[in-house]
C-alpha cells in the first residue's frame, strides 16, 4: 500500500496548487478589466472634443456640438456622432459654463426624481419614455411638432418650455406632471440631456434608430 501510485486527480497538493493558480489568475484579470472599464467611462476633456478624439463620455462642452446617431455597419448598431459646432441657448458655453450646467441639470434630475417614472442610462422606471436618447428624438426638431407647439425656434428651448410646462403641452397619455422646474433648471436638464445623448452606450436603447425614425423618446 505504501508503495501505491495515487491519481493526480485524488492529490489534495495538486488541487492546492491549481486552486492558488486561478485565484491569482482571476485577480490579476480582475484587476485590468477594472482600470480598463475606468478608462472607458471616465469624462474626456474638452481637449479630446478639440482633436477629435472618440471617447465613450464626451466632455461637457459636446454641448456646443451638433449630435447624431447614426448606424455603424462594424459594431452593427448605432452611435453617437458628434458634428461641427452649433450654438446651444444662443452661444457656445466654456468648459466651465458647460459643466455647471450639467451639474445643475443632474442635481435637478435627482431632486425632481426623474428616475421614478423614466429611464436614465438603463436606470429607472418604464413608467414614462426612456431620456437616455430624448435630445435625438424628432419631436423636437425643425420639422417636429413641439417646435410649432411651444412657439420656439430651437430645439433646446422647446424642450425648456416643455420642461417647465408639461401640462401645457401634453405629448404622451401619461402626461408629466408639473414639477416647479425653473428656467435656470431646464437649460441644466436640457443639457444633461442633450450630453447623455452623446454618450456610447453600445446601441443602447435597443432599436432607438436614426433620428428620422424616431417616435418615442420624449
Known amino acids: 500500500m505504501a508503495n501505491e501510485n495515487l491519481s493526480v486527480w485524488t492529490s489534495i497538493p495538486f ?23 475606468l478608462g472607458q467611462i471616465s469624462m474626456g476633456t474638452d481637449d479630446d472634443l478639440k482633436a477629435g478624439t472618440i471617447k465613450r463620455v464626451p466632455a461637457p462642452t459636446v454641448i456646443n456640438h451638433k449630435i447624431t446617431y447614426e448606424m455603424s455597419t462594424k459594431r452593427g448598431h448605432e452611435v453617437p456622432v458628434i458634428g461641427e459646432k452649433e450654438p446651444f441657448f444662443g452661444k457656445e458655453h466654456t468648459v466651465e459654463e458647460a459643466a455647471a450646467l ?56 422647446a424642450m425648456a418650455e416643455f420642461l417647465m410646462h408639461p401640462s401645457t403641452y401634453p405629448t404622451h397619455a401619461r402626461m408629466m406632471p408639473e414639477l416647479g422646474i425653473t428656467e435656470d433648471e431646464a437649460k441644466g436638464l436640457v443639457a444633461f440631456l442633450k450630453h447623455m445623448s452623446s454618450i456610447d452606450t453600445n446601441g443602447f436603447p435597443r432599436n432607438f434608430g436614426k433620428e428620422e425614425g424616431l417616435t418615442n423618446a420624449h
Not at 15 to 37: E, Q, Y
Not at 103 to 109: A, I, M, Q, V
Request: net charge positive; charged share 15%; hydrophobic share 40%.
Open 102 to 157: 450639467l451639474h445643475l441639470g443632474k442635481l435637478t434630475s435627482q431632486t425632481k426624481n426623474c428616475m421614478n417614472c423614466h429611464t436614465l442610462l438603463g436606470n429607472g422606471a418604464y413608467y414614462a419614455p426612456d431620456l437616455t436618447k430624448a435630445w435625438l428624438d424628432p419631436m423636437w426638431s425643425e420639422t417636429g411638432p413641439m417646435m410649432a407647439m411651444t412657439g420656439k425656434s430651437t430645439r433646446e428651448e
Open 15 to 37: 488541487w492546492r496548487k491549481s486552486a492558488a493558480w486561478v485565484t491569482g489568475f482571476a485577480s490579476m484579470l480582475l484587476i485590468w478589466l477594472t482600470f480598463d472599464t
